[in-house]
């Protein structure tokens, strides 16, 4: 016999792939499609022509506080213990973001402890009250130098806007810091896929009730498979034919280089460039990875408009047209929204895992499993 799918999942990244495999787990047939001819979606990886494994779609360093989401990965994964350090050039010096006790001493000459760090910072900075933007947070903990320094020229490249047009959340990813710590993340859990994560997900996917079909468009099949349930992970706008307008997502554009015969190119994993180059940072994979290898593979990043929808535009007028979205999706009782694109929410990886966990729980409660 051939029956369709129970569940219909669009998108094979993080979201997709999350809910298939606990689906498939509860027993449910599942076919998995995507549109690109991989798996892993944005979070995909695989060796360069040199032998360097790199992020296709830039760097993705895990982190998490949420032991669930770590448990739950580490069924298709061993791990690697990486804390991801980030240096940006500034003033001609490389030195820790976010901003700490070193940053600071370092770019104004100073020797100060922690106490001191702190007076200097409740000097400068400029407080705000509401803080509704971007440029609010980043001013209000500060001040406008190391604002102008570290995070006006970074925000105008990445998202070719203002500090002042984005919502807070976008900045506030980033702390600061009085004492030395310089790592980027501080979360519980910090580690990379010790196989990567391409083998990550053909662990997840490798289930006898989930199919996969890769180079498939949603929009080709949806008129001819009629699954008892949809799991839709792309672009929520794209879904509902732009009923209400384009939702913005920004875009990147990668430059991959290898470099022969030098075992790094960096001092840390990332150095970011709030202020020079039309590039916003460069990667080096091995940092993150801890391969071996002689040579050294990196990538540049470089924003822009056009291409693969990377990041939704946190905006109040877009988060206004996302809830239009959103309640027509609501509408629709057969079809669950999840993910990065699908959410138009500034996901990371481990918040995409755990907004599929909960989905793939409800519709495990509420499908009817006769027959199953
Ligand atoms: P995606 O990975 O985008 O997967 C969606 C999939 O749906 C895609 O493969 C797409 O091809 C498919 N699809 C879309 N439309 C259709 C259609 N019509 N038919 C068929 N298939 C379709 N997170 C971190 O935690 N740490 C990091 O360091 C980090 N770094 C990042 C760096 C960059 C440059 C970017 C862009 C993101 C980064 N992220 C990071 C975020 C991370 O990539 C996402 O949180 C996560 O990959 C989102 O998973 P997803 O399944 O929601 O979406
Ligand atoms: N940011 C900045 N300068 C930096 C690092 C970050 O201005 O050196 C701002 C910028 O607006 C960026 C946001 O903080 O888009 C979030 O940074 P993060 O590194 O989390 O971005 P992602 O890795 O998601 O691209």
Redesign the pocket.
Known sequence: MNAGPDILI????????TCARELADAGYRVLV????PHI?????DEYDACGVLV?R????????NAKRVFSWLSRFTEWRSYE?RVLAEVDGQLLPIPINRTTLNRLYGLDLDEAGIAEYLERVREPRNPIRTSEDVVLNSVGHDLCDKFFRGYTRKQWGLDLSELSAGVAARIPTRINDDDRYFTDAYQAMPKDGYTKLFERMLDHPNINLRLN????QIRAHINPRHTVY???ID??FDYCFGHLPYRS?RFENEHISNSEWFQPVGTVNYPNEHAYTRITEFKRATGQIHSGTSIVR?YPQAEGD???PIPQPENEVRYQQYKALAESEPDVSF?????QYRY??????VAA?LRTAGKLINILPREGI
């Open positions: 669009i998108g094979a990244g993080f979201a997709g792939a499609i995507d549109l690109r892993a979606g944005n979070a995909y992020h779609y830039g760097p993705h360093l895990f982190h998490t991801h498939t468009d949603y929009v992970t792309g672009p794209a879904y990147l990043e929808p990377f990041y999840v993910g990065r694109l699908a996901y990371n990886m481990d918040q995409v599929a």
